[in-house]
């Protein structure tokens, strides 16, 4: 006589699901997955921003609620009176709104940070191509990207005035480092063997650097430009500490001098998320110009 079946246990199985279906009701639906996390971090953030302030634990002259950086916002970004019972009205802060401080600084970061995207690979290439002018240039290009913006500000000012110059300068020369270097880093990973059979082959030096050594490079220059861009933008504010109006990092100092602290954190946070858009768009364009990274 056979045995009878042994019935399963289903309760483990019924609990597993019960606990699963749980942690599905707590991220929101229709979202992937990833976007839901990063939405409940940035609502759990603000919720205990907000508790902290409404339990007037930090005096808000050191931690303002996010009501009082929301309306500074507000306020940057409209026409307001210039002073209570004054009819006449002005624009934003420093009479530029918001979004006209952040353009000023943009097109400073585009010039400075664009000459250095142009410049940086081509002479990354040469160097990384000959040993003698890395021999030469090393030591001064080192020495020049561990030097930090504010060393060399006010010898910039000196030689090119307080105006856009300097600025344009100071942000070329903090980017312009690190994109030679990625792409000299890049030319030295290439495998001697694909030069030398592409020589084989009958290619000359040209049609080695656009048809071996560029593709060859090119992530590692997009890295470099991701990293000198994120940089260049991080100095926006000390590019902007001298007659830096409009620009959102001459804003963000100025606020921070009149103990404006809504207003500063509300630049503060512009500038976060713009340097967050920029890295996104260059990865975006990474991704679009070396679709083969990470194949095999």
Same mark, same amino acid.
């Given at each position: 006589?056979?045995?009878?079946?042994?019935?399963?246990?289903?309760g483990?199985?019924?609990?597993?699901?019960?606990?699963?279906?749980?942690?599905?009701?707590?991220?929101?639906?229709?979202?992937?997955?990833?976007?839901?996390?990063?939405?409940?971090?940035?609502?759990?953030?603000?919720?205990?921003?907000?508790?902290?302030?409404?339990?007037?634990?930090?005096?808000p002259?050191?931690?303002?609620?996010?009501?009082?950086?929301?309306?500074?916002?507000?306020?940057?970004?409209?026409?307001?009176?210039?002073?209570?019972?004054?009819?006449?009205?002005?624009?934003?802060?420093?009479?530029?709104?918001?979004?006209?401080?952040?353009?000023?600084?943009?097109?400073?970061?585009?010039?400075g940070?664009?000459?250095?995207?142009? %410049?940086?690979? $081509?002479? !990354?290439?040469a @160097?990384? =191509?000959?040993?003698t002018? +890395?021999? &030469?240039a090393?030591?001064? *290009?080192?020495?020049?990207?561990?030097?930090?913006?504010?060393?060399?500000?006010?010898?910039?000012?000196?030689?090119?005035?307080?105006?856009?110059?300097?600025?344009?300068?100071?942000?070329?020369?903090?980017?312009?480092?690190?994109?030679?270097?990625?792409?000299?880093?890049?030319?030295?990973?290439?495998?001697?063997?694909?030069?030398?059979?592409?020589?084989?082959?009958?290619?000359?030096?040209?049609?080695?650097?656009?048809?071996?050594?560029?593709?060859?490079?090119?992530?590692?220059?997009?890295?470099?430009?991701?990293?000198?861009?994120?940089?260049?933008?991080?100095?926006?504010?000390?590019a902007?500490?001298?007659?830096?109006?409009?620009?959102?990092?001459? %804003?963000?100092? $100025?606020? !921070?001098?009149? @103990?404006? =602290?809504?207003?500063?954190? +509300?630049? &503060?946070?512009?500038i976060g *998320?713009?340097?967050?858009?920029?890295?996104?768009?260059?990865?975006?364009?990474?991704?679009?110009?070396?679709?083969?990274?990470?194949?095999?």
């Open positions: 006589m056979s045995s009878p079946p042994i019935a399963a246990d289903t483990p199985t019924r609990t597993t699901s019960a606990a699963a279906q749980r942690i599905r009701v707590a991220v929101p639906t229709g979202l992937p997955r990833g976007l839901a996390v990063r939405l409940l971090s940035v609502v759990g953030f603000l919720a205990l921003w907000w508790a902290i302030t409404a339990a007037k634990l930090v005096d002259q050191f931690l303002p609620g996010p009501h009082a950086v929301w309306e500074a916002f507000v306020r940057a970004n409209s026409w307001h009176q210039l002073a209570p019972g004054v009819p006449r009205e002005v624009p934003g802060e420093q009479n530029y709104f918001l979004w006209e401080h952040l353009l000023a600084s943009l097109q400073r970061i585009a010039a940070a664009g000459a250095a995207v142009i %410049l940086g690979p $081509l002479v !990354g290439f @160097l990384g =191509t000959s040993t002018l +890395a021999t &030469i090393g030591p001064y *290009l080192n020495f020049l990207r561990t030097l930090p913006p504010l060393g060399y500000i006010g010898l910039l000012i000196v030689w090119f005035g307080i105006g856009d110059t300097s600025k344009i300068w100071l942000l070329f020369l903090a980017a312009f480092p690190p994109i030679v270097i990625a792409t000299m880093a890049g030319v030295h990973q290439v495998s001697a063997d694909r030069i030398n059979a592409a020589r084989a082959l009958g290619a000359n030096r040209a049609q080695v650097v656009g048809r071996v050594l560029l593709p060859a490079t090119l992530p590692e220059v997009i890295g470099g430009i991701r990293v000198a861009v994120g940089f260049a933008w991080t100095t926006v504010v000390a902007e500490l001298n007659n830096g109006i409009p620009g959102i990092g001459g %804003l963000a100092f $100025l606020a !921070g001098q009149q @103990l404006n =602290t809504p207003l500063t954190m +509300a630049c &503060i946070i512009v *998320l713009t340097a967050l858009t920029l890295d996104a768009v260059i990865s975006w364009i990474g991704a679009l110009a070396v679709p083969w990274k990470g194949q095999a």
